[in-house]
C-alpha cells in the first residue's frame, strides 16, 4: 500500500493511516515539507481491468515514486480519465506491453493536468467511434506506445496533444481516423507509426512542433498538415512536407539545357522559387520572347523584373538580360542587341523569388 505524507505535518511525521487520492494544497507547498529522505520505494500494483479506473483514482495526486499499474486483459466499454497528478514520481499504466494486441480494449483515453512528473500508458487496442480516442492536454511528459486505433471512424479524431511540454508517440497503429495525430502548443516526438486510411497523418498547429525519428508503414490523403505556425521536422532534421518541385511549361521551342533545372515550387512562407536554364537553337526576338508561362497559384499580384544571363551562341558574348514575369503567369526575355542568328544555340539562365498573389 502506498503511504502518504500530508502537507499539513512536518517532515517526519509520516502518516501511515492517511492514504489514497488526498490532494496537496499545491506542489509548492510539498517541496517545502518533503525533503527528498522520504521519497518512496517504487510500487507495483497488478488489477483488472473492469478496476483500473479506480485504482487511478484511488492514488495519492502527489507521487514522490514510480507507480506501476499492470492491468489484466479484459474489456471495458468507458473510457480511462488520468487527471490531476504531479510530483517528482512517474506514473506507468501497462496493459499488452509492446505489443499491438487486441486483448487489452478501453474505449478512449483522457489524460490531463499532470504537472511535473511522467506519465506513460502502453499497449491498450482502443475501439471508441464516437469521441476522440486520446486527448493529452495540459501536462508536462506523457508517452503514448504501442496503442492500437484501427477502429473505423472515418469523422472522428484520433490522438490529440495540446500545451503538453513534451510528448512522445511510439510503436502505434492508428487508421481510418480524420485528423489521426494532432499537436498544438506541444514538443510531439512521434517514432514508428504504422496504419491507413486516414484523412490527414500528422497535423501541427498553433506552434506546435512535431518530429519524426522514424517513419513506419503510415499513411493518409494528405500525410503532413501544418496550420498556423506548426512544425513538422522529418528524421532528416529537414521541415515537412517538402516543397512540390514542378517543371515549367516551356514556350516558342525552348527546351531544358541537359540535366539543368526549369522548375518553380512554393516555400513555406508562400514564396515562388524559380530555378530556370533553358536552350534555344533557332533566332529569337530581340525584345519579348515568351520563355515559359507559370499555373494560377505561382503567379505574381503585378507584373515584376528578374535578371538573368543570356549566351547568345558562340560568335557573341555572354550578357545580362532581363526577364518579365507578368501576372498572367507569362515570363518574357528581353534580349538586348545581340540575339543569336538561326542555328546557334542560344542559353538563358536564372533564378528568382516573389510572393505569390493571394
Request: charged share 10%; net charge neutral.
Amino acid at each position: 500500500m502506498l503511504r502518504f505524507i500530508s502537507p499539513f505535518y512536518r517532515a517526519g511525521d509520516v502518516r501511515d493511516d492517511i492514504v489514497h487520492n488526498i490532494p496537496f494544497l499545491s506542489c509548492e507547498s510539498v517541496d517545502s515539507f518533503i525533503p527528498n529522505r522520504y521519497f518512496l520505494p517504487p510500487e507495483t500494483i497488478t488489477c483488472n481491468i473492469e478496476e483500473l479506473q479506480n485504482v487511478i483514482d484511488s492514488l495519492p495526486k502527489y507521487l514522490n515514486c514510480n507507480v506501476i499499474i499492470n492491468c489484466l486483459p479484459g474489456t471495458i466499454t468507458t473510457g480511462l480519465k488520468i487527471a490531476g497528478f504531479c510530483g517528482p514520481g512517474m506514473l506507468t499504466i501497462n496493459g499488452q506491453a509492446n505489443i499491438l494486441g487486441t486483448t487489452h480494449n478501453i474505449q478512449n483515453i483522457i489524460i490531463t493536468g499532470c504537472k511535473n512528473l511522467v506519465v506513460t500508458i502502453n499497449g491498450f487496442n482502443i475501439t471508441g467511434t464516437t469521441t476522440r480516442i486520446v486527448s493529452v492536454t495540459a501536462s508536462n511528459h506523457v508517452n503514448i506506445e504501442w496503442m492500437k486505433i484501427i477502429s473505423s471512424a472515418s469523422t472522428v479524431h484520433g490522438v490529440l496533444f495540446d500545451g503538453v511540454a513534451r510528448a512522445e508517440l511510439v510503436n502505434c497503429e492508428i487508421s481510418n481516423r480524420n485528423r489521426s495525430i494532432e499537436t498544438s502548443n506541444t514538443k510531439l516526438v512521434c517514432n514508428n507509426i504504422s496504419g491507413s486510411g486516414n484523412s490527414i497523418g500528422y497535423m501541427s498547429y498553433s506552434g506546435g512542433v512535431l518530429s519524426i525519428i522514424s517513419f513506419g508503414a503510415y499513411t493518409a490523403t494528405t500525410l503532413f498538415s501544418i496550420v498556423q505556425g506548426g512544425i513538422i521536422i522529418g528524421p532528416d532534421g529537414t521541415l515537412l512536407p517538402r516543397p512540390k518541385i514542378n517543371n515549367l511549361v516551356l514556350s516558342n521551342n525552348w527546351s531544358a539545357v541537359s540535366t539543368f533545372p526549369y522548375s518553380y515550387y512554393k516555400d513555406y512562407s508562400g514564396n515562388v522559387i524559380v530555378n530556370l536554364h533553358l536552350q534555344k537553337t533557332t533566332a529569337i526576338t530581340v525584345n519579348g520572347e515568351p520563355i515559359a508561362v507559370l499555373p494560377v497559384g505561382y503567379r505574381p499580384s503585378q507584373k515584376l523584373t528578374a535578371s538573368a544571363t543570356l549566351e547568345p551562341g558562340s560568335s557573341f558574348p555572354r550578357h545580362a538580360v532581363t526577364l518579365l514575369i507578368e501576372a498572367n503567369g507569362n515570363i518574357i526575355l528581353y534580349a538586348g542587341t545581340q540575339p543569336a542568328p538561326p542555328g546557334s544555340p542560344c542559353v538563358v539562365a536564372s533564378s528568382f523569388v516573389f510572393q505569390a498573389a493571394a
